[in-house]
């Protein structure tokens, strides 16, 4: 068994961003788990490469739905990356933070924090961007943001004929503002992928607080009562590792909702079926999966011009040359070069729709064998899908995969939007820019006219875009998995960062958006950790003196900023300072005993003959489940006791129902005299330091 501060499950994006950010703390010890193993492969860092990767079974967890009915009972593949790095070094590196309004919807849904203007500053933290500054844009950030090395004809010419169809330019869509076509920023660094695992985490690998452990799966997470104090992996053997603070799931939207599932965390119908005994229920965890749901029209072009020809025989040795001596070529490039925000209709608030333009074409479905012929793609996918679908496990076994059930294109909403794209891209098409280009239509081809025939083509022929998003979503509602602060809810110890908290799906590619929730969950767990950053083995801690020295003022106010910063306000009773300007006044602060966490803080005030009086600061809510409350009551009465009171009065206003249980739970009555309690060895304890440091 090994203790660490902190235990991150997965080393994909995410994980990679938290594994780097809290070790920067030399005093945090960090242990990173990641199922898969560390490869070596230039293919990871050739933008090309992705091509070749997926579907890879050293590379790739191969996950695939549950036939889907909306689909005519086709099984779609969800690539996710099994090895160290994840997702994050096998996806098409397309750089999209989304919308403005994205972030200000989950802000209005009760998430504190998560406004444009609050998760910008993250954004920014974690870029370079290279070709497109601004206020808006990141300067000296791990991961380099930029156009392609280079232009291309026929994205070029999709460019113009889009502004003669009547859409716009778009100099910077990851301003916030996202109408508008143009190229792709891609996170790349001259024709090297920009991964989260070679700017994150190969940097903190050297750190002596670091401790990497790959071909580690996890097994379950372990309870104890109402706090996760660990997990279960397999190294060689079953091992178990201890977290003195918390575990952070980062092990993605799919496998993040499958180990809380496997350790009893859910919906209690799932787990039973499942054979996993319930040990939290939960019933949102593994609900509200969403993913972008994209056709791909495609066309015959005339001009040898297309990825098609210079990835076949002397060209592609010729390509491997160029990008060799000069990192350019098609290997420097994302296979989507050129992007379309757009509204579905004109009345529209902002674009609801999202276009990938390809020079280049494939064969039916989710194939990626280029075709023979010149050609080139656009895909396309409503970029706020209705349409939600679940993940849970089928058995305990943590080997087995979950089910995923899709349901793509379910909601009328998503497939008026997916007809609506289909009509837009063909008149882009039909514009002359691309007429001097386009021969005809391959895919649907142009006797696929009707909804009707477009929606069936959409069904048969469509593709997830592997953007999975929501299984562990954050909210404040029963089904909500995790709060505003990423804590899955109800219990303590155990956080859930990653793509799986988003309540909505961003609009656009989820990389960025992903990074950025690492960024800003690693601040989160940072600023609980400076504000609960005691020896180990201090349980409570006792201050007395006058409340405007800086030791007790320090105290106070860190205790009301942490108070205000948890809970509602209108659970926290904080003392006036004014009334603290007395002599007599004593304040007691309870620390949880591995984690240091501020739980409680109250304070004795002497009043005279043989009478003190309480008065409550805040006792958080889950300490008083957890009896941490009692004990702090235990601990004030003693501290009155031992400046001579015979009897303790209780503040007015704090006497509300739930406070006077706890008050009788430790042998209190109503502004009555003190009653004798059972002491306990923690109790000893706490009374023997008070003492100790009176």
């Given at each position: 068994m090994s203790d660490y501060d902190y235990i991150i499950v997965g080393a994909g994006a995410a994980g990679c961003v938290l594994a780097a950010r809290l070790s920067e703390n030399p005093d945090i010890q960090v242990l990173l788990l990641e199922a898969g193993a560390e490869r070596r492969s230039p293919l990871l860092s050739i933008p090309v490469g992705e091509v070749l990767l997926m579907g890879n079974p050293k590379y790739d967890w191969c996950f695939e739905t549950r036939p889907d009915p909306t689909l005519g009972g086709r099984r779609l593949q969800i690539p996710r990356g099994r090895l160290l790095g994840g997702s994050n070094l096998i996806n098409g590196m397309i750089f999209v933070r989304g919308q403005r309004a994205d972030y200000d919807e989950w802000a209005s849904q009760g998430n504190a924090g998560w406004a444009w203007d609050e998760v910008l500053p993250y954004f920014k933290r974690l870029e370079t961007s290279v070709d497109v500054h601004g206020e808006t844009r990141g300067q000296d950030g791990p991961i380099h943001v930029a156009l392609p090395r280079e232009r291309d004809e026929l994205c070029d010419a999709f460019l113009a004929a889009a502004g003669e169809a009547g859409h716009l330019r778009n100099p910077d869509y990851n301003s916030g503002e996202q109408e508008g076509f143009g190229y792709y920023q891609v996170n790349h660094d001259q024709g090297r992928r920009s991964s989260a695992y070679g700017r994150y985490l190969l940097p903190a690998r050297k750190r002596a607080n670091l401790t990497v452990v790959t071909e580690a799966p996890v097994q379950k997470l372990r309870l104890e009562g109402e706090r996760c104090i660990g997990v279960d992996y397999l190294s060689g053997t079953l091992q178990f590792a201890r977290a003195r603070r918390e575990v952070i799931l980062s092990a993605g939207v799919i496998q993040s909702p499958q180990l809380l599932e496997l350790s009893g965390i859910g919906a209690p119908a799932v787990l039973e079926?499942?054979?996993?005994?319930?040990?939290?229920?939960?019933?949102?965890?593994?609900?509200?999966?969403?993913?972008?749901?994209?056709?791909?029209?495609?066309?015959?072009?005339?001009?040898?011009?297309?990825?098609?020809?210079?990835?076949?025989?002397?060209?592609?040795?010729?390509?491997?040359?160029?990008?060799l001596a000069r990192r350019r070529g098609v290997l420097s490039l994302p296979i989507a070069l050129g992007h379309g925000f757009v509204k579905s209709r004109e009345q529209d608030p902002r674009p609801d729709l999202q276009f990938h333009f390809a020079p280049a074409s494939y064969g039916p479905g989710s194939s990626r064998r280029l075709d023979t012929l010149p050609g080139m793609t656009v895909g396309l996918y409503p970029l706020r899908p209705e349409s939600t679908g679940s993940i849970h496990i089928r058995s305990s076994d943590p080997a087995v995969a979950p089910v995923i059930e899709s349901r793509f294109l379910e909601h009328e909403d998503d497939q008026r939007r997916m007809i609506a794209g289909m009509r837009i891209l063909r008149e882009i098409a039909a514009q002359p820019a691309l007429r001097a280009y386009c021969d005809h239509e391959l895919s649907p081809g142009p006797e696929v006219e009707s909804d009707e025939?477009?929606?069936?083509?959409?069904?048969?022929?469509?593709?997830?875009?592997?953007?999975?998003?929501?299984?562990?979503?954050?909210?404040?509602?029963?089904?909500?998995?995790?709060?505003?602060?990423?804590?899955?809810?109800?219990?303590?110890?155990?956080?859930?960062?990653?793509?799986?908290?988003?309540?909505?799906?961003?609009?656009?590619?989820?990389?960025?958006?992903?990074?950025?929730?690492?960024?800003?969950?690693?601040?989160?767990?940072?600023?609980?950790?400076?504000?609960?950053?005691?020896?180990?083995?201090?349980?409570?801690?006792?201050?007395?003196?006058?409340?405007?020295?800086?030791?007790?003022?320090?105290?106070?106010?860190?205790?009301?900023?942490?108070?205000?910063?948890?809970?509602?306000?209108?659970?926290?009773?904080?003392?006036?300072?004014?009334?603290?300007?007395?002599?007599?006044?004593?304040?007691?602060?309870?620390?949880?005993?591995?984690?240091?966490?501020?739980?409680?803080?109250?304070?004795?005030?002497?009043?005279?003959n043989g009478e003190a009086e309480l008065k409550r600061m805040f006792v958080a809510d889950n300490a008083r489940r957890r009896g941490v409350g009692v004990r702090l009551l235990k601990s004030l009465e003693h501290l009155a006791r031992r400046n001579g009171a015979r009897t303790l009065l209780l503040e007015t206003g704090v006497s509300q129902p739930e406070a006077i249980s706890l008050y009788r739970g430790a042998g209190f009555r109503d502004r009555g005299p003190f009653a004798d309690y059972q002491e306990d060895p923690l109790s000893v304890f706490m009374e023997k330091t008070i003492d100790e440091q009176a």
């Open positions: 079926k499942a054979g996993v005994a319930v040990q939290h229920v939960l019933p949102g965890v593994g609900e509200n999966f969403r993913d972008h749901f994209a056709s791909r029209l495609k066309w015959r072009i005339r001009q040898k011009i297309t990825f098609n020809e210079r990835t076949r025989g002397f060209a592609l040795f010729k390509e491997v040359l160029h990008y025939e477009l929606l069936e083509f959409a069904r048969t022929q469509g593709d997830t875009s592997y953007h999975p998003v929501g299984t562990c979503r954050m909210g404040k509602d029963e089904l909500a998995v995790v709060d505003q602060r990423l804590r899955v809810r109800g219990l303590r110890g155990l956080r859930v960062i990653d793509a799986s908290i988003m309540p909505t799906m961003v609009s656009g590619n989820t990389n960025a958006a992903s990074l950025m929730i690492a960024e800003k969950g690693a601040d989160m767990v940072l600023q609980d950790y400076a504000s609960s950053s005691v020896s180990r083995q201090e349980l409570f801690s006792i201050v007395e003196g006058d409340p405007e020295e800086q030791q007790v003022a320090s105290l106070l106010q860190r205790s009301e900023d942490y108070a205000r910063s948890l809970y509602p306000a209108e659970s926290v009773h904080m003392l006036d300072v004014a009334q603290l300007k007395a002599p007599g006044v004593s304040f007691l602060v309870a620390r949880e005993f591995n984690s240091g966490e501020v739980l409680g803080c109250g304070a004795v005030v002497s009043i005279g």
